[in-house]
């Protein structure tokens, strides 16, 4: 078995420090300190933005060392950074374009595969209608300049408003809730406020494993003098609820009626900032008349808590003076989860905590260059955060790139990720080009995405690092570089953009992804209104430069960033807060958004929009909680949980190829309360089947602290999937598939 | 007074939406925002019935005719049903003004905000559906 001390002991020696100091640095490494050269990188096995740089010797990467001046991680490195990095040197990388000759992929060269790629669109694209045909699935895992690339590619060269990535499955609540709040994306905390608030909120978000240096971050406040107070709500039992100073097990899919309740004993209490609320927020009447109705008991029993517990969490609360909240994966994957997560949002306006050192509300992300994929318009929103309801957001575009503007697809919402399969199961779309990412083990209900990829007449590309589950099902499969084979940038979850440079050859004949975007560019002679190339950038820092242009004057103005400034670590573009002045993104001619109902997404016209008269107030948004789609029965009495664990990523296709990591996670398993386990003959170790209406996975059984009639199994197992189990269900307004809500049973295997 | 008929036929148009909101969600399983969705709008349209129910006689109503099978034409047929109801409580709202009559006022006031937002949903999913099933699907 490897060494590692790190999976070990994952977040590493204490520097307490205490509230408005600087945190203190300390510089871990990973594998061989001599090295000839240091690239200047950071980490994509997680959202954090952590900053490193990448050991090289003889053209290998021989080890990591973190940045000390960095203002994300101060020189710490996650454990997954610590040794993921040897997943890049794997012998099983895919070095040669491969395409699909009867039951079987061979290889094959780049005039080849990309032939019958682009004579595959030009067929399609030449029929009516033919930009339909067109599906494009993307990730959280590729840098800025791919997204842009791929975005301007998508939208102005085949005109398809089919475009999404899996960012939906980890993001798109986060974004959701921002723009509906604050009339734009973008994050409005900063780290920095961990270094000054005197209250700590997270809302499912299991942030030690999830972000594991912010959580050091947060350890290192809790040690230090004048620690902040601390608040989890979580139905597991974590390092993150372990440490709170409150607890709230809830029941799942109660989180809307949790935050309802809690506002409402906050307002009742006299913590609402009067002053703030009527400067810089509108709705509040509507709002209370919402959350009166969650009063102490009924909440107490909808959640499944004591009525005592929920009011220790409203004094922490109502009580700080700067309040930090996080949200992550809890919210975002249960239904109502855009409600629930506007509903942390509501709590900071009506306590006038945002926009100051302390007092602020990061809703997180799930991968690493997530905030990209939202910013450059490969999720399907236009790019810069703009309206695509807004005809002077697409004229802007419309002129950027010298297109008409009936070739930027504007006229309908933007086809979601969930949607996009369902035009590919239906046969309407027949090209799917899925870049970095592995949906035959990530998507919902495996059974029927393996359906919808296995159809004859679905053209299916997949650029990828590895030979994927989901490669198997490729007409043509490109063969990618990898993180620090190739040079670009990318944003964390607080807005600090990152530079990550080449640090060495990619394998064989792989390509970087923005050089197979390019290069498809080019095939297909995308053209321009003049007649010149639609996407005239060669490398990383034209394809940047490009992206600033379009950023300039949006929230995510990225122009005065440059590659030269980003040598010497990361910056947060907008500043460290957004919002600092109380004035949100709200006006109706520079917001993101008309609006949606929360309840069921419906959407507000520019008319209604304009008559609520925003003026750069921030709204208050409230829904009344209602029972989950699913919900436990007699035949599946148990509620599963999917989520992440500490030493893995998304579907192992690095994690799983680095022995340190893969040691300390082989194989999936099932948490299960002690009492659940005992009335079902279950030890702990023991072989179980865990089995919903859709499907079933064999797991080993591990007895935790789980709430009672909850069971938690990680997502990341391919031969043990945890979405053969979940359901088909998105949230009405985010998009975002609910994996935290299907009724499971679980039996001993015999 | 013609009132009490008028609040009959919002009755009446109610159940029947009622009605086709769970016929159609369930011919559109493979669709499972529309099929959630349809059934939630459903559980809203007895609501409603169930609080005119304690204002006026129930009387039987007509059921939905079917779907099409063809989600574009079906959330259509829904929107047009929606749209009888919509305009119903508009009626019934300002009729129950006049009659002085604060109960039905009150239901009409909880309830036709909810409707309006049945029929921004059944708009919002058409928009997003029009474009592919129109243009691209054969």
């Given at each position: 078995m490897a060494d590692a001390a790190r999976v070990r002991d994952p977040w590493g020696a204490r520097t307490p420090y205490g509230p408005g100091e600087q945190w203190p640095v300390r510089v871990d490494t990973g594998g061989d300190p001599e090295a000839d050269s240091w690239v200047p990188s950071a980490s994509v096995l997680h959202s954090n933005g952590d900053a490193f740089d990448i050991g090289v010797r003889d053209g290998r990467i021989t080890g990591v060392r973190g940045?000390?001046?960095?203002?994300?991680?101060?020189?710490?490195?996650?454990?997954?950074?610590?040794?993921?990095?040897?997943?890049?040197?794997?012998?099983?990388?895919?070095?040669?374009?491969?395409?699909?000759?009867?039951?079987?992929?061979?290889?094959?060269?780049?005039?080849?595969?990309?032939?019958?790629?682009?004579?595959?669109?030009?067929?399609?694209?030449?029929?009516?209608?033919?930009w339909g045909r067109f599906g494009f699935y993307t990730s959280g895992q590729l840098l800025l300049e791919e997204y842009y690339t791929l975005g301007v590619l998508g939208k102005a060269g085949l005109?398809?408003?089919?475009?999404?990535?899996?960012?939906?499955?980890?993001?798109?609540?986060a974004a959701a809730a921002l723009k509906l709040s604050f009339g734009a994306d973008g994050q409005p905390g900063s780290y920095t406020d961990v270094d000054h608030c005197d209250a700590l909120a997270l809302w499912g978000h299991n942030v030690?494993?999830?972000?594991?240096?912010?959580?050091?971050?947060?350890?290192?406040?809790?040690?230090?003098?004048?620690?902040?107070?601390?608040?989890?709500?979580?139905?597991?039992?974590?390092?993150?609820?372990?440490?709170?100073?409150?607890?709230?097990?809830?029941?799942?899919?109660?989180?809307?009626?949790?935050?309802?309740?809690?506002?409402?004993?906050?307002?009742?209490?006299?913590g609402a900032d009067e002053g703030f609320v009527a400067?810089?927020?509108?709705?509040?009447?509507?709002?209370?008349?919402?959350?009166?109705?969650?009063?102490?008991g009924k909440v107490a029993e909808i959640c499944g808590l004591k009525p005592a517990d929920l009011e220790r969490a409203a004094d922490l609360l109502g009580g700080s003076q700067r309040l930090l909240s996080t949200v992550l994966q809890g919210f975002y994957q249960s239904h109502q989860a855009t409600a629930a997560a506007c509903a942390v949002n509501n709590l900071h306006l009506v306590r006038g905590m945002i926009g100051r050192p302390g007092a602020g509300v990061l809703q997180m992300n799930g991968q690493p260059t997530a905030e990209n994929t939202r910013e450059a318009g490969a999720d399907g929103d236009l790019p810069g955060f703009r309206n695509w309801e807004n005809p002077r957001h697409v004229a802007e575009l419309a002129r950027l790139w010298n297109v008409g503007t009936a070739r930027i697809p504007h006229w309908s919402?933007?086809?979601?990720?969930?949607?996009?399969?369902?035009?590919?199961?239906?046969?309407?779309?027949?090209?799917?080009?899925?870049?970095?990412?592995?949906?035959?083990?990530?998507?919902?209900?495996?059974?029927?995405?393996?359906?919808?990829?296995?159809?004859?007449?679905?053209?299916?590309?997949?650029?990828?690092?590895?030979?994927?589950?989901?490669?198997?099902?490729?007409?043509?499969?490109?063969?990618?570089?990898?993180?620090?084979?190739?040079?670009?940038?990318?944003?964390?979850?607080?807005r600090t953009v990152h530079l990550t440079r080449k640090a060495v050859e990619p394998p064989g004949e792989a390509r970087s992804d923005l050089a197979i975007f390019l290069d498809y560019a080019r095939r297909m002679d995308f053209r321009d209104r003049d007649g010149g190339p639609l996407i005239p950038w060669q490398g990383p820092e034209e394809a940047y430069e490009a992206w600033q242009r379009c950023s300039a004057g949006r929230p995510c103005d990225y122009t005065s960033i440059t590659y030269a400034d980003l040598e010497r670590g990361g910056i947060q573009w907008g500043g460290e807060r957004l919002y600092s002045d109380g004035v949100f993104a709200t006006d109706p001619d520079h917001c993101e958004t008309y609006g949606q109902d929360l309840s069921t997404g419906a959407e507000n016209t520019a008319e209604q929009y304009r008559a609520k008269n925003p003026g750069g107030r921030a709204f208050l948004l409230g829904a009344h909680w209602r029972p989950a789609p699913e919900v436990p029965s007699d035949e599946y009495p148990l509620h599963l949980v999917t989520g992440r664990t500490i030493t893995q990523f998304h579907t192992r296709t690095k994690t799983g190829r680095v022995p340190e990591l893969d040691d300390a996670a082989p194989f999936a398993w099932v948490?299960?309360?002690?009492?659940?386990?005992?009335?079902?003959?279950?030890?702990?170790?023991?072989?179980?089947?865990?089995?919903?209406?859709?499907?079933?996975?064999?797991?080993?059984?591990?007895?935790?602290?789980?709430?009672?009639?909850?069971?938690?199994?990680?997502?990341?197992?391919?031969?043990?999937a945890a979405n053969e189990l979940t359901i088909t269900a998105w949230d009405p307004v985010s998009r975002q598939p609910l994996f935290k809500v299907a009724a499971v049973r679980v039996t001993k295997e015999g | 007074m013609q009132l009490e008929r008028y609040v009959g036929l919002l009755y009446r148009a109610q159940v029947a939406l009622a009605d086709a909101f769970r016929q159609v969600g369930a011919a559109h399983?493979?669709?499972?925002?529309?099929?959630?969705?349809?059934?939630?709008?459903?559980?809203v349209c007895d609501n409603h019935a169930g609080m005119l129910a304690v204002v006026t006689a129930a009387e039987p109503a007509a059921r939905f005719g079917g779907p099409r099978e063809e989600l574009l034409r079906d959330l259509h047929d829904l929107y047009l049903m929606a749209a009888e109801c919509d305009l119903c409580w508009t009626l019934v709202g300002q009729a129950a003004q006049g009659a002085r009559d604060?109960?039905?006022?009150?239901?009409?006031?909880?309830?036709?905000?909810?409707?309006?937002?049945?029929?921004?949903?059944?708009?919002?999913?058409m928009k997003q559906a029009a474009p592919q099933a129109l243009v691209v699907a054969d």
């Open positions: 940045r000390a001046g960095d203002r994300v991680n101060r020189g710490r490195l996650d454990p997954k950074d610590v040794y993921g990095w040897r997943a890049t040197a794997s012998s099983d990388r895919l070095t040669r374009p491969l395409v699909r000759s009867g039951d079987r992929l061979v290889e094959s060269d780049w005039e080849t595969a990309m032939g019958r790629i682009v004579r595959r669109s030009r067929e399609l694209l030449d029929g009516p209608g033919g005109g398809t408003p089919h475009m999404d990535g899996n960012t939906r499955l980890c993001t798109a609540t030690a494993e999830t972000q594991a240096v912010l959580w050091m971050r947060m350890l290192d406040r809790r040690r230090g003098v004048n620690p902040p107070a601390m608040l989890a709500v979580d139905p597991r039992d974590t390092p993150v609820t372990r440490e709170a100073d409150v607890h709230l097990a809830l029941r799942p899919g109660t989180n809307l009626a949790l935050v309802n309740g809690l506002l409402r004993l906050i307002i009742e209490r006299g400067a810089h927020t509108l709705g509040f009447d509507e709002l209370r008349a919402v959350v009166d109705a969650y009063p102490l919402p933007p086809t979601h990720a969930m949607q996009i399969w369902r035009y590919a199961e239906q046969g309407s779309i027949r090209l799917l080009w899925i870049s970095a990412t592995n949906p035959a083990v990530s998507l919902p209900d495996l059974a029927r995405i393996r359906r919808v990829l296995a159809k004859p007449e679905l053209f299916v590309v997949v650029q990828d690092i590895f030979r994927t589950e989901t490669a198997e099902y490729a007409d043509v499969v490109l063969p990618a570089a990898a993180w620090g084979e190739k040079t670009g940038t990318f944003t964390n979850a607080d948490e299960l309360h002690p009492a659940d386990a005992a009335e079902r003959g279950i030890a702990d170790g023991d072989q179980v089947r865990v089995e919903s209406p859709r499907g079933a996975v064999r797991v080993v059984a591990r007895l935790t602290g789980v709430r009672e009639r909850v069971v938690f199994v990680p997502f990341h197992y391919a031969e043990q | 399983r493979d669709e499972p925002d529309v099929f959630f969705m349809c059934e939630q709008q459903a559980a604060e109960r039905l006022a009150g239901v009409v006031a909880r309830a036709e905000g909810e409707t309006s937002v049945q029929l921004a949903w059944l708009r919002t999913r």
